[in-house]
C-alpha cells in the first residue's frame, strides 16, 4: 500500500462540492484565496491539476483566478467606463474602433489574448485593407484595455503590444494661389471654415465647433478652450481688423442665426460631413487627395515663410512639440530652387571685384605657393 502523500503547508488542497462529482481546489495568492475548479473527477489527477497551478504562483507567472475568469467583453467596458470618467472628446470615435476588435476577440479570455493572436488580428486587419494607421489605434484601444486591467487589479501583467510601421509624415501642402482656386470651387457655406484653417492651422474640429461665444471682434480674439484643443492646452488667437481672419469672422458673422451657437454652419446646423463637396471641388481644381489637415501644414509653412517668429506661428496653429511643427514646416521644390538661386548669388558675389570683375583672388583666404612667393 502507497503512503499517503505528505501535505506541506501552502500546497493548497482539494474539496468537493455538495452534489458535484469533480474536485474543487483552494490556495493562496499574493494572500488571497484562489479557488478553482480542477475539471477532474480523479484525485490523484486533481492534485496534480493544483500541484501545477501552485507551482506557477510560487514562481511568479500565475494569475490570479478572477483574472482567468475576465473576458474580452469586461477589458471593453473599462476602456469605455474610463472615456466617460475622463470625458474624452473621442469617445464619440470609440465603438468604430473597437468594432474590429469585437468581432476577433468577443468572448474570448483575457488571458488568452496573446501577444501571437494580437499579431495575427494585425495581420488579418492588414489583409482586408485596413490601413496601418487604422490598425495601430485598434491596437493602442486594446493595449489600454490591458493597461486599465492591470492598474485596477484584474490582471497582473499585459501582453505585448505590436505597433506597426506608418509613413504618416503626410507632405500636402496648398500654396496661396492653389487655395483660393480651391476655394472658389467649395460651395458657399464651406469657403467661411476652409479659409480659417488655412489661415489658423487649426484642427478641423477646432474650426467646425467654434461657437461665437468664444469669438469677440471689437477685440480680435477668439479664445480655444482647453476642452477643445488636442494637446489639452488652451489658445489665444489674437489678429487686427484688417487682417483676413476678421475678414472672414465679419462674413461668418453676417450669417449668424439665433437657432445655432456655431461661428461656421450649414443653414444652423452643424457642420457634420464635408468629404463629399470637398472630393469634389478639389478634383474639379486638380487637387484630387486634398485633406483638411493638408491646411495645417500650409498654414505653418505660411507663417513661417511670412517672417513670422516659430515661436508665435507655432501658438497659432497650437503645436506644442517643435519636432511637428518642423514636420509640417515643408520644403517642396520652388524652396529647393530659391535656395540654389540665393547661394549661386552669394557665391558670385563674393567672387567679384569691386570693378564687377571676377579677378580670381578677391576675398581668397588660401593661395597658391607661386602667388605667395609674389608677395
Request: with cysteine; net charge positive; charged share 30%.
Given at each position: 500500500?502507497?503512503?499517503?502523500?505528505?501535505?506541506?503547508?501552502?500546497?493548497g488542497y482539494l474539496y468537493r462540492r455538495?452534489?458535484?462529482?469533480?474536485?474543487?481546489?483552494?490556495?493562496?495568492?499574493?494572500?488571497?484565496?484562489?479557488?478553482?475548479?480542477?475539471?477532474?473527477?480523479?484525485?490523484?489527477?486533481?492534485?496534480?491539476?493544483?500541484?501545477?497551478?501552485?507551482?506557477?504562483?510560487?514562481?511568479?507567472?500565475?494569475?490570479?483566478?478572477?483574472?482567468?475568469?475576465?473576458?474580452?467583453?469586461?477589458?471593453?467596458?473599462?476602456?469605455?467606463?474610463?472615456?466617460?470618467?475622463?470625458?474624452?472628446?473621442?469617445?464619440?470615435?470609440?465603438?468604430?474602433?473597437?468594432?474590429?476588435?469585437?468581432?476577433?476577440?468577443?468572448?474570448?479570455?483575457?488571458?488568452?489574448?496573446?501577444?501571437?493572436?494580437?499579431?495575427?488580428?494585425?495581420?488579418?486587419?492588414?489583409?482586408?485593407?485596413?490601413?496601418?494607421?487604422?490598425?495601430?489605434?485598434?491596437?493602442?484601444?486594446?493595449?489600454?484595455?490591458?493597461?486599465?486591467?492591470?492598474?485596477?487589479?484584474?490582471?497582473?501583467?499585459?501582453?505585448?503590444?505590436?505597433?506597426?510601421?506608418?509613413?504618416?509624415?503626410?507632405?500636402?501642402?496648398?500654396?496661396?494661389?492653389?487655395?483660393?482656386?480651391?476655394?472658389?470651387?467649395?460651395?458657399?457655406?464651406?469657403?467661411?471654415?476652409?479659409?480659417?484653417?488655412?489661415?489658423?492651422?487649426?484642427?478641423?474640429?477646432?474650426?467646425?465647433?467654434?461657437?461665437?461665444?468664444?469669438?469677440?471682434?471689437?477685440?480680435?480674439?477668439?479664445?480655444?478652450?482647453?476642452?477643445?484643443?488636442?494637446?489639452?492646452?488652451?489658445?489665444?488667437?489674437?489678429?487686427?481688423?484688417?487682417?483676413?481672419?476678421?475678414?472672414?469672422?465679419?462674413?461668418?458673422?453676417?450669417?449668424?442665426?439665433?437657432?445655432?451657437?456655431?461661428?461656421?454652419?450649414?443653414?444652423?446646423?452643424?457642420?457634420?460631413?464635408?468629404?463629399?463637396?470637398?472630393?469634389?471641388?478639389?478634383t474639379a481644381t486638380g487637387l484630387g487627395?486634398?485633406?483638411?489637415?493638408?491646411?495645417?501644414?500650409?498654414a505653418a509653412r505660411n507663417l513661417v515663410?511670412?517672417?513670422?517668429?516659430?515661436?508665435?506661428?507655432?501658438?497659432?496653429?497650437?503645436?506644442?512639440?517643435?519636432?511637428?511643427?518642423?514636420?509640417?514646416?515643408?520644403?517642396?521644390?520652388?524652396?529647393?530652387?530659391?535656395?540654389?538661386?540665393?547661394?549661386?548669388?552669394?557665391?558670385?558675389?563674393?567672387?567679384?571685384?569691386?570693378?564687377?570683375?571676377?579677378?580670381?583672388?578677391?576675398?581668397?583666404?588660401?593661395?597658391?605657393?607661386?602667388?605667395?612667393?609674389?608677395?
Amino acid at each position: 500500500m502507497k503512503p499517503p502523500e505528505e501535505k506541506l503547508r501552502g500546497d493548497g488542497y482539494l474539496y468537493r462540492r455538495p452534489g458535484s462529482s469533480l474536485w474543487w481546489a483552494k490556495y493562496y495568492l499574493n494572500g488571497k484565496p484562489q479557488r478553482f475548479s480542477t475539471g477532474k473527477t480523479d484525485e490523484r489527477q486533481a492534485r496534480v491539476a493544483l500541484r501545477k497551478r501552485v507551482a506557477a504562483a510560487l514562481s511568479g507567472i500565475a494569475a490570479p483566478e478572477s483574472a482567468r475568469r475576465l473576458r474580452y467583453a469586461e477589458l471593453e467596458k473599462g476602456l469605455f467606463d474610463d472615456y466617460k470618467v475622463n470625458e474624452r472628446r473621442t469617445l464619440a470615435d470609440l465603438p468604430r474602433a473597437v468594432a474590429p476588435l469585437r468581432a476577433a476577440f468577443a468572448g474570448m479570455k483575457a488571458l488568452d489574448i496573446t501577444t501571437a493572436r494580437i499579431r495575427a488580428y494585425a495581420a488579418v486587419r492588414l489583409e482586408a485593407k485596413a490601413a496601418p494607421a487604422t490598425v495601430n489605434k485598434e491596437l493602442a484601444a486594446l493595449g489600454r484595455m490591458f493597461t486599465l486591467a492591470v492598474r485596477d487589479g484584474r490582471l497582473m501583467s499585459r501582453p505585448i503590444i505590436p505597433k506597426l510601421h506608418v509613413e504618416n509624415a503626410r507632405t500636402g501642402f496648398l500654396d496661396p494661389a492653389d487655395f483660393e482656386a480651391f476655394c472658389a470651387a467649395l460651395p458657399d457655406y464651406l469657403r467661411g471654415p476652409a479659409r480659417f484653417a488655412y489661415l489658423t492651422g487649426w484642427r478641423k474640429r477646432e474650426v467646425f465647433a467654434m461657437p461665437w461665444r468664444q469669438v469677440n471682434l471689437a477685440t480680435g480674439s477668439v479664445r480655444l478652450e482647453a476642452s477643445q484643443s488636442k494637446n489639452g492646452q488652451a489658445r489665444l488667437l489674437a489678429f487686427g481688423p484688417d487682417s483676413e481672419i476678421a475678414r472672414v469672422l465679419a462674413d461668418a458673422g453676417k450669417q449668424r442665426r439665433l437657432d445655432c451657437l456655431l461661428v461656421f454652419h450649414h443653414n444652423g446646423r452643424p457642420i457634420r460631413s464635408h468629404y463629399g463637396a470637398w472630393r469634389k471641388a478639389a478634383t474639379a481644381t486638380g487637387l484630387g487627395g486634398l485633406m483638411l489637415h493638408d491646411f495645417r501644414r500650409s498654414a505653418a509653412r505660411n507663417l513661417v515663410r511670412a517672417g513670422v517668429p516659430e515661436r508665435v506661428a507655432m501658438a497659432v496653429t497650437g503645436h506644442k512639440t517643435r519636432a511637428i511643427f518642423d514636420r509640417y514646416n515643408i520644403v517642396n521644390e520652388a524652396d529647393l530652387r530659391e535656395a540654389d538661386s540665393k547661394v549661386g548669388a552669394y557665391v558670385r558675389e563674393r567672387a567679384t571685384d569691386e570693378t564687377g570683375h571676377n579677378s580670381g583672388t578677391v576675398g581668397r583666404k588660401v593661395v597658391t605657393l607661386q602667388e605667395a612667393a609674389k608677395v
